[in-house]
């Protein structure tokens, strides 16, 4: 009988210590560092996303498009959008039908843009992490 209490107390503290080493190592990880500084006049490159979400008039189903990036940090005052690495997610707000219909032969795959205003996400509406209120495209198909 002491023999197979041994044999449980062996199992139990094999398996508790199985659960702990990870737990420790994910101790160690470094913190993420932040990504590089954007400004004005940078170009901002990742896969362009189109989603749609409903608003506008009678609440019809409006188009936008992100950029999944690396993260980015803002300039001041938007700094890091509240996160530790900066934004890693771009809504592009389209002002013409004209830029959404150059943005659309680029969907799912890479952009480049230059980016001439942007900050946080600030609205609900938004799914983004930062807002490019004005940018151009820079990639050619």
């Not at 702990?20 to 954007?38: D, M």
């Not at 498009?65 to 959008?81: A, F, M, T, W």
């Not at 609205?123 to 940018?135: C, F, I, L, N, R």
């Amino acid at each position: 009988m002491m023999r197979r209490f041994g044999k449980r107390l062996a199992l139990v503290t094999a398996i508790a210590a199985a659960w702990a080493a990870p737990a420790s190592s994910q101790q160690a990880e470094p913190a993420p560092k932040p990504g590089r500084l954007i400004n004005a006049g940078d170009v901002l490159s990742g896969e362009l996303n189109a989603m749609k979400a409903r608003g506008g008039k009678r609440d019809k189903r409006v188009a936008f498009y992100q950029i999944k990036s690396e993260p980015r940090r803002l300039p001041p005052p938007n700094g890091l959008c509240n996160l530790e690495t900066g934004p890693e997610t771009f809504q592009l707000i389209t002002t013409s039908e004209a830029q959404a219909a150059q943005l659309k032969g680029f969907i799912g795959k890479p952009i480049s843009i230059k980016v001439d205003e942007v900050a946080c996400a600030q609205d609900a509406g938004q799914t983004s992490e930062a807002v490019v209120t004005k940018w151009s495209v820079v990639t050619k198909h």
